[in-house]
Structure formats: C-alpha cells, structure tokens
C-alpha cells in the first residue's frame, strides 16, 4: 500500500533538546511539505521540498531544519531554539497534475506526530 | 501576505445541505482546494477548482468565482460523519505550496 508514514506518533521534548520527526513516503512524490497545527487552528507550513536536495523555508521555520537527501524521505527537527514546539506536526507530499484544469497540487498527508515539551 | 478567510464553525442537521464560503487574495491566485480533517486525524483531499464553476463528487460539490475571489464547499445530505472540520487551500503558483485557511467545523446534528 502506497501512502506517508509518521513516527514517531508521540514524542515528548526535555528542554533544551532536539528532536526528529521522521516521515517517509513511498508515493514516488517529487514534493513534501512539514506542516505545525494548533488547537483550533489551521495548518501553518514549516518547510517544503519540490526536489531532493532541495527545501525553502515556509512561514513559521524559525527552530527548525530539515534535509532532503532521498525522494522518500523529509525529516524534521525541532530545534531547542523552538521556545513553543508544542502542536500537532503533519507532514505531506504532492505529485502534480499536469491536467488541462491546471495544476491540482493534491496534497497527501501521514497521521501526525504530537509533539509535548517534558 | 497571502491569507483566505472562511467562518470558524458551522451547525447543521442530518439529511440537511450546508453550504462553508472561504474567500481569498487574488495576487497570483491559481486554484482553490479543499480538504477535510477528522478530530485528531489526516487532512484529506476533496475538491479543486482552477476555473470558475462547480466541480461535483458525490455529495460534495465546490464552486469558484474567481470574479469575486470566492469559493464554496457544499455538502449535500449531510451525514454524521460528515462533522469534521474543513479547510480551503489555495495555489498562488504552478505547482507550488499551498496556503491554508484557518478551518470551518462542521458539527452535524440528529
């Protein structure tokens, strides 16, 4: 079965520790993106990828990194420099459609990662 | 900054249509996508419209004026498993990130 998978699905954070989130997808998507989500809230992008070897930082990328050395893979870190790290962490990946319509842009997401600080 | 707007949370009763708007800025403006997230769950894809009118699947159906930089989710019978919570996304670039608007939830009624 083809899809994205987080792990962990809980993480807790000492503080002054970084922590990895991993997520890894076997879609053959050229594209992942690290969302943040807080209660109540819509998600906020962190990083993206359009290519191996290759990211931009989002809106919230303060405290944060991540690297692109496989297709399949796009792990996050939180930095001890994220002083609020606690949300909801979604990662996701995309394939264009290059249709007539325009390009789609469907986003896949994996289950999430909670991330609680110790 | 590139910011959509749509209402906080919506209540309907079962077998009825509710209809959820989001609106949005229009520089470089591409498509407009919507998602569902179950409480604690993934976002799932629904709907996408690059060009203005609706696009139907099954009992959802969405709806873009690109005249008007608005958009609409409708859910048709709704169901008790409809109550989630939904997002508008939009594409300000070919293939490019998305920006999320801040969810509408959907409570669903007997």
């Known amino acids: 079965d083809g899809g994205i998978t987080q792990s962990p699905k809980y993480l807790f954070r000492k503080e002054g520790q970084n922590v990895t989130l991993s997520c890894e997808q076997n879609?053959?998507?050229?594209?992942m993106y690290w969302y943040r989500q807080d209660p109540g809230q819509g998600l906020r992008l962190i990083y993206y990828s359009q290519i191996v070897n290759d990211f931009q930082k989002g809106d919230i990328a303060e405290g944060y990194s991540v690297s692109r050395e496989k297709k399949e893979s796009f792990p996050l870190t939180v930095t001890s420099a994220q002083k609020n790290p606690t949300a909801f962490y979604l990662c996701?990946?995309?394939?264009?459609?290059?249709?007539?319509?325009?390009?789609?842009?469907?986003?896949?997401f994996g289950a999430g990662t909670r991330l609680s600080v110790l | 900054g590139q910011s959509l707007e749509q209402p906080s949370e919506v209540t309907a009763v079962e077998g009825a249509i509710v209809q959820i708007n989001c609106t949005y800025q229009?520089?470089?403006?591409?498509?407009l996508s919507w998602y569902q997230q179950h409480d604690g769950g993934a976002p799932t894809f629904l709907s996408y419209n690059a060009l203005d009118g609706l696009e139907e699947t099954g009992r959802f159906s969405s709806f873009l004026s690109r005249s008007d930089s608005y958009g609409y989710l409708l859910l048709q019978e709704l169901q008790m498993k409809d109550s989630a919570s939904y997002f508008c996304a939009s594409c300000y670039n070919q293939g490019g990130k998305l920006i999320f608007g801040q969810g509408t939830e959907l409570s669903v009624k007997p």
């Open positions: 996701a990946s995309s394939l264009r459609d290059r249709s007539e319509r325009g390009a789609k842009n469907i986003q896949y």
């Open positions: 229009t520089s470089g403006f591409y498509g």
């Open positions: 879609l053959n998507h050229d594209a």
